[in-house]
C-alpha cells in the first residue's frame, strides 16, 4: 500500500527544483533557491532509497551504494571547498561534465543489463529504449568531451610533463558540414539499432561518434564565448538527464532533466545577448583566438608615483575590472586603493562591471564581494558609461576587450559588442602586463592615447605599489 | 513499457520545458554563473538512475558490468550535485549574502 505513494516524494523533488530555480534567477532569493535545490535532491535520493526498499529483493548492494554516494559527496565537496574563485568558471564546466558522464552511464548500464538479461522483441517497448538510450549517449558523451574541452580552453592550457600546452581555437569552415553529418550519422545508427538491438557494434559507434562531435562543438569557440558554451552543454546535460528518465521510465528524471534543459538554452540566450551575439554565430562561427593582430605601435609606460599624483585630486574614480584582476588576485588591493583614496583626497569611487568581464558572467562581482566591496558600488555597465565623461580618471585593472573602442567601429571580431566607456573618463591608467592583444586578438587604440598611462606589470604588484606611492603623499 | 505510460512520459516532458523556458526570463549578470551552477546541480538528478542501477545482485557476473557503470555514475553524479551545490553557495554567499548584510 505505502509504495504506491512513494512517487509522491519524486513529485515534491520536482517542486522544490521548480522553486529553487526561479529564486535562483533574483539577487535577494538566490541562496534560498539554491537550498531548495538542494533540499529536491536530498528528497530525491531518500525517496529512491525508499522506493528500493520496497522493491522485489530490496536493496542488495547496500555496501555499493552507500561507498559510491560516500565517494562522490567527498570528492565534489572538495574539489567545490579547494577551488580558487578564479578557478570557479573551470570547476563549473567539469561538474557539468560529470553529470553528462553520469547520464550517458546509466543509460549505458541500463542498455547493458537489458541486452544481457532479455530478448528484446520488437514493440514500443525496444524502440523506445533504443531511441531513448540513443539519444542519451549522444547528449550525455557529448556533453562529457565538450566540457571538458572548455574547461581547459577556460584554463588556457594543459601541463604535460612539465610543459605548458595551449588549448587550440581551430574552426575551418568545413567543420560545420562534418558536425551536421555526424550528427545525422548518430540518428541513423540509432535508428538501425531499433530493428537489431543487441548489436553492440552500433552502441559502440554512437558513443564514439558524440564524443568527437562535442570536442568539434567546442574546438573552434573562442575563449570570450566559453562561458555561453559551457551554459549550453548545461542544457544538453539535462537533456541528457530526461532521456535517460525515459528509458528507466521515472518521472524527477525526465522532469528536472527537461527544466534544466528548458531554462539552461534560456539563460544561454540571455548570456549571448549581454555580449550582443547571436547563439548560431558563437556556434558556428570562428571568433577569438583565430588571427592576432600584430602590434605595430609601442607606448611608454608612467609609474605608480605619477598615477599616485594624479589621483590626488581626482573626484571620482571608476575601476575597471577585468580578467587580469582576477588571474592576480589583486581584489583585496583595489579595495585598499579605493579606502585609501577616499580617505586621503575624499574621492568618489566606483566600479564599472561589464557584463563578460572575467571569463564567467559575475566574476567580477564575486571576487569584489570577496573582498569586502560595497554592493553599492559594482555599477553595471549600461548605468556606468553615462558617468565616465564627468569622472577624472577610469582605472582599467587587466581588462582589455570589454573597454575597447575598437567595438564601436562595427568591423572585426569585436564589432558589435557593447563595452565599457572608459576611454571617456579624463585619465585612463591601465594596469596590464603588455600591450598584447585581449581574448579577441584585437588591437586596442585606447592604450596609445595621450590621456592613457600604462602601468606594466602585475596587477598585483602594481596595485601594491600604487597604494604604497598614495600612501607616501 | 505502455502506450499509456509512454504517452504520461512526453507529456512530463513537454510541460517541463514549457515550464522551464517561462521560469528564467530577466536574470541580472551577476547571477548568471551561480544558476548555471545551481542548474548544474540539478542536472546530476541521474543520482536516482545511477541508484537504481547499481542496486543489482552480483550473481556470476551477469550483471557485473552493467553494475560497475552504474556505480561509476553514481560517484560522478554524486560530485556533480555535491560540488555544485557547494560551489553554488559558496558563490552566493560572496553575492548575495553581502548584499543583505549590508
Redesign the interface.
Known amino acids: 500500500m505505502f509504495e504506491d505513494w512513494i512517487s509522491f516524494g519524486y513529485l515534491l523533488s520536482a517542486v522544490l527544483f521548480v522553486f529553487g530555480l526561479k529564486k535562483l534567477g533574483h539577487p535577494r532569493t538566490a541562496p534560498r533557491g539554491n537550498q531548495y535545490g538542494m533540499m529536491g535532491m536530498s528528497v530525491a535520493v531518500i525517496t529512491t532509497v525508499v522506493d528500493m526498499h520496497f522493491l522485489p529483493g530490496g536493496i542488495v548492494g547496500w555496501t555499493i551504494i552507500g561507498s559510491g554516494i560516500l565517494i562522490g559527496s567527498l570528492i565534489g565537496y572538495i574539489m567545490a571547498v579547494k577551488v580558487e574563485m578564479t578557478g570557479m568558471p573551470e570547476m563549473v564546466a567539469l561538474f557539468n561534465g560529470f553529470g553528462g558522464a553520469a547520464s550517458a552511464l546509466v543509460a549505458l548500464s541500463e542498455t547493458w543489463k537489458w541486452i544481457e538479461t532479455t530478448t528484446p522483441e520488437p514493440g514500443l517497448e525496444t524502440t523506445v529504449t533504443v531511441v531513448a538510450a540513443g539519444l542519451s549517449a549522444l547528449v550525455g558523451w557529448m556533453t562529457l568531451t565538450g566540457s571538458l574541452l572548455a574547461m581547459y580552453k577556460l584554463k588556457g592550457g594543459i601541463e604535460v610533463f612539465g610543459k605548458w600546452i595551449r588549448t587550440p581555437t581551430w574552426g575551418p569552415a568545413w567543420l560545420n558540414p562534418v558536425k551536421g553529418s555526424l550528427f545525422i550519422s548518430v540518428l541513423v545508427l540509432i535508428m538501425l539499432s531499433i530493428d537489431d538491438p543487441t548489436n553492440t557494434n552500433y552502441l559502440w559507434a554512437i558513443i564514439g561518434m558524440s564524443c568527437v562531435l562535442g570536442i568539434i562543438l567546442v574546438l573552434p569557440i573562442g575563449g570570450a564565448d566559453m562561458p555561453v558554451v559551457v551554459s549550453l552543454l548545461n542544457s544538453l546535460s539535462g537533456i541528457a538527464a530526461a532521456f535517460t528518465g525515459f528509458i528507466i521510465n521515472n518521472s524527477v528524471l525526465i522532469v528536472a532533466g527537461s527544466l534544466v534543459g528548458a531554462s539552461g538554452l534560456i539563460l544561454t540566450v540571455i548570456m549571448c545577448k549581454a555580449m550582443n551575439r547571436q547563439l548560431f554565430d558563437v556556434l558556428f562561427k570562428s571568433f577569438g583566438g583565430g588571427e592576432r593582430q600584430e602590434l605595430t605601435r609601442t607606448k611608454v609606460g608612467s609609474d605608480a608615483d605619477e598615477v599616485a599624483m594624479m589621483a590626488d585630486g581626482a573626484q571620482k574614480i571608476i575601476i575597471v575590472p577585468g580578467y587580469g584582476m582576477a588571474v592576480s588576485q589583486c581584489q583585496h588591493q583595489v579595495k585598499e586603493f579605493a579606502d585609501l583614496v577616499a580617505e586621503k583626497f575624499d574621492t568618489e569611487v566606483k566600479y564599472a562591471i561589464h557584463p563578460v568581464a572575467g571569463r564567467m558572467p559575475g566574476h567580477m562581482n564575486v571576487l569584489l564581494a570577496e573582498a569586502n566591496v560595497p554592493y553599492e558600488q559594482l555599477i553595471e555597465m549600461d548605468e556606468i558609461n553615462s558617468e565616465f565623461p564627468e569622472c577624472d580618471m577610469a582605472i582599467v585593472i587587466g581588462a582589455n576587450d570589454t573597454c575597447n573602442p575598437a567595438a564601436r567601429t562595427g568591423e572585426g571580431p569585436l564589432a558589435g559588442m557593447p563595452i565599457i566607456d572608459a576611454d571617456q573618463a579624463r585619465t585612463v591608467v591601465i594596469i596590464k602586463r603588455s600591450l598584447s592583444v585581449g581574448y579577441a586578438g584585437v588591437d586596442n587604440d585606447l592604450f596609445y592615447e595621450d590621456k592613457t598611462m600604462m602601468l606594466f606589470g602585475d596587477g598585483k604588484k602594481m596595485m601594491n605599489e600604487l597604494n604604497a606611492a598614495i600612501k607616501e603623499l | ?3 499509456e ?2 504517452i504520461g ?1 512526453i507529456t ?2 513537454v510541460l ?6 517561462e ?35 552480483y550473481d556470476g557476473g ?2 557485473l ?3 560497475i ?32 548584510g ?1
Open positions: 513499457m505502455t502506450p505510460l509512454l512520459a512530463l516532458f517541463s520545458i514549457f515550464l522551464g523556458v521560469l528564467i526570463t530577466k536574470v541580472p549578470a551577476m547571477l548568471h554563473t551561480p544558476l548555471m551552477s545551481g542548474a548544474n546541480a540539478i542536472s546530476g538528478i541521474s543520482v536516482v538512475g545511477a541508484l537504481l542501477g547499481a542496486n543489482v545482485a551477469q550483471t558490468v552493467s553494475g557503470l552504474a556505480f561509476i555514475a553514481l560517484v560522478l553524479a554524486m560530485i556533480n550535485v555535491v560540488g555544485g551545490f557547494a560551489v553554488t553557495n559558496r558563490m552566493l554567499n560572496m553575492i548575495a549574502g553581502k548584499k543583505r549590508d
